[in-house]
């Protein structure tokens, strides 16, 4: 009686991310109530610098209660609007996007889509780029829930792009091609490369010449460029965000047919840490994207009042950048207090400078190389050491040991306890595996004797 879709379980929610947070959920922990919880180091929210904004709603009451020049905007705002967005919301969003990059690039808001989150705008740029069974190519390791946002609805397929430690995971040209002919082996039409930058899980910025090898790529196999850089605020080290259009203007190919194939998308979900906020955006130079996304945005619009109020906070130049600057400042911070704590433990990371996370190597705590051995400490770590920390495998990592660990959820005093617990798993760890070599070579040792001593009675 239900529709395939209702009734099939293609959601993606048996994927270890998810389960991870289904079993936080059934036993969350806090410091006093529930000390011996699970914490939740899956979560990538900035929770950091709320005292800024609450700072700011404090002084602009106005805002907040819905008027202009003491004037109530009330009615105005609760009645219908079109799905095109308010002008003075477009207008300020532009420019804050402008500010992150350096104001190195420009954003027209007639391009500009809004939508209820990132996740609906990466959804309507499938529908309105690719058809059903067509793929996209994605590079690896890559946020879980593009499983479900790219595919689920949308029936696109996706085709990873193998990246490896060796590299510190960066996109090639050679495994891009690879990824293209697996498609093409797979019967399948490839209609575009999905990026995240900075990248979610690795917590980097693309390099300049992974950026120059997208867009060659990208012109030779005339396909689309989509880049969500829902993160781009978020870089605190060097090397710097570049952001896409950057990377093109830097070529000059404003006039060229890549210019239409490039799309971004965005959000204030990670740099303003207001998720619950449900706003994202698709900017496009391509105007049938921008019109047929426009109308699919009627499926989930950004209230009139949250608009409203977003309008007037990123309108303000020293708010704007005076909050960019002290976010940056703590959650650079709190990621050398992360990578600090792990590498108490014996815990390395890869480098990173951007993004709410770090991608940890735990190979070496594995007891074989292999994502069987992985899965297993994975469920040590969750059920065991209770913390939620996503593994490799559920990024679509091609290497076995890898997890993802968030900071910018968690207050100093809960990563702190994180750490310890860690830090004793991992003793305690060595320990067993101590144990178990010392036991292997009294084995070996006990078989050499023996043997010796057989050999000594002929």
């Not at 000390?35 to 700072?55: R, W």
């Not at 093109?248 to 239409?260: A, C, G, K, P, V």
């Given at each position: 009686?239900?529709?395939?879709?209702?009734?099939?379980?293609?959601?993606?929610?048996?994927?270890?991310?998810?389960i991870?947070?289904?079993?936080?959920?059934?036993?969350?922990?806090?410091?006093?109530?529930n000390?011996?919880?699970?914490?939740?180091?899956?979560?990538?929210?900035?929770?950091?610098?709320?005292?800024?904004?609450?700072?700011?709603i404090?002084?602009?009451?106005?805002?907040?209660?819905?008027?202009?020049?003491?004037?109530?905007?009330?009615?105005?705002?609760?009645?219908?609007?079109?799905?095109?967005?308010?002008?003075?919301?477009?207008n300020?969003?532009?420019?804050?996007?402008?500010?992150i990059?350096?104001?190195?690039?420009?954003?027209?808001p007639n391009?500009?889509?809004?939508?209820?989150?990132?996740?609906?705008?990466?959804?309507?740029?499938?529908?309105?780029?690719?058809?059903?069974?067509?793929?996209?190519?994605?590079?690896?390791?890559?946020y879980?829930?593009f499983d479900?946002?790219?595919?689920?609805r949308?029936?696109?397929?996706?085709?990873?792009?193998?990246?490896?430690?060796s590299n510190?995971?960066?996109?090639?040209?050679?495994?891009l091609?690879?990824?293209?002919?697996?498609a093409?082996?797979?019967?399948?039409?490839?209609?575009g490369?999905?990026?995240?930058?900075?990248?979610?899980?690795?917590g980097t910025?693309?390099?300049?010449?992974?950026?120059?090898h997208?867009?060659?790529?990208?012109?030779?196999?005339?396909?689309?460029i989509v880049?969500?850089?829902?993160y781009?605020?978020?870089?605190?080290?060097c090397?710097?965000?570049?952001?896409?259009?950057?990377a093109?203007?830097?070529?000059?190919?404003?006039?060229?047919?890549?210019?239409?194939r490039?799309?971004?998308?965005?959000?204030?979900?990670?740099d303003?840490?207001?998720?619950?906020?449900?706003?994202?955006?698709?900017?496009?130079?391509?105007?049938?994207?921008?019109?047929?996304?426009?109308?699919?945005?009627?499926?989930?619009?950004?209230?009139?009042?949250?608009?409203?109020?977003?309008?007037?906070?990123?309108?303000?130049?020293?708010f704007?950048?005076n909050?960019?600057e002290k976010n940056?400042?703590?959650?650079?911070?709190?990621?050398?207090?992360?990578?600090?704590?792990?590498?108490s433990?014996?815990?390395?990371?890869?480098?990173?400078?951007?993004?709410?996370?770090?991608?940890?190597?735990?190979r070496?705590?594995?007891?074989?190389?292999t994502?069987?051995?992985?899965?297993?400490?994975?469920?040590?770590i969750?059920?065991?050491?209770?913390?939620?920390?996503?593994?490799?495998?559920?990024?679509?990592?091609?290497?076995?040991g890898?997890?993802?660990?968030c900071?910018?959820?968690?207050?100093e005093?809960?990563?702190?306890?994180?750490?310890?617990?860690?830090?004793?798993?991992?003793?305690?760890?060595?320990?067993?595996?101590?144990?178990?070599?010392?036991?292997?070579f009294?084995?070996?040792?006990?078989?050499?004797?023996?043997?010796n001593?057989?050999?000594?009675?002929?």
């Open positions: 009686m239900l529709s395939a879709k209702a009734s099939r379980d293609s959601h993606g929610q048996d994927s270890s991310y998810f991870g947070w289904q079993e936080y959920e059934k036993n969350p922990y806090h410091d006093v109530r000390p011996t919880g699970i914490i939740q180091m899956g979560l990538a929210e900035n929770q950091l610098s709320f005292d800024l904004i609450e700072s700011w404090a002084r602009n009451p106005d805002a907040v209660g819905l008027k202009k020049n003491g004037a109530s905007m009330f009615k105005e705002l609760a009645l219908f609007q079109d799905y095109h967005g308010l002008p003075a919301f477009k300020a969003l532009v420019k804050f996007m402008a500010e990059r350096g104001n190195k690039v420009k954003f027209d391009k500009l889509v809004l939508t209820a989150g990132s996740t609906s705008a990466n959804e309507t740029l499938m529908f309105c780029l690719a058809e059903r069974g067509d793929a996209f190519l994605l590079p690896t390791p890559y879980p829930g479900r946002d790219l595919k689920w949308t029936g696109v397929e996706i085709v990873p792009i193998h990246c490896s430690s510190d995971f960066q996109i090639t040209m050679p495994e091609e690879k990824s293209y002919q697996e093409q082996r797979l019967d399948l039409k490839v209609k490369v999905f990026i995240t930058n900075p990248s979610n899980p690795l910025t693309m390099t300049r010449d992974e950026l120059n997208l867009i060659s790529f990208s012109m030779a196999k005339n396909i689309h880049s969500d850089e829902i781009s605020g978020t870089a605190f080290d090397p710097k965000f570049i952001s896409i259009i950057e093109l203007m830097d070529r000059h190919l404003e006039n060229t047919d890549i210019w239409s490039i799309h971004i998308v965005y959000s204030l979900s990670k303003l840490g207001l998720p619950g906020f449900r706003v994202g955006m698709i900017y496009s130079n391509n105007e049938t994207v921008v019109s047929a996304a426009t109308k699919m945005s009627s499926f989930g619009l950004i209230s009139s009042q949250t608009q409203y109020l977003l309008s007037r906070m990123l309108s303000q130049s020293k704007t950048s909050y960019m940056r400042k703590r959650l650079r911070k709190r990621k050398e207090m992360l990578v600090s704590g792990l590498q433990a014996g815990i390395k990371c890869l480098k990173s400078n951007a993004g709410l996370f770090c991608w940890v190597d735990m070496h705590l594995l007891s074989s190389q994502f069987e051995a992985e899965e297993e400490l994975w469920k040590n969750l059920y065991g050491v209770r913390l939620n920390i996503p593994p490799g495998s559920s990024c679509h990592c091609s290497e076995p890898w997890f993802r660990i900071f910018a959820n968690l207050s005093g809960t990563l702190k306890a994180a750490m310890k617990r860690i830090k004793n798993f991992v003793g305690h760890n060595y320990q067993e595996m101590a144990c178990d070599q010392r036991s292997t009294y084995k070996w040792l006990s078989k050499i004797l023996s043997n001593h057989e050999s000594d009675r002929y």
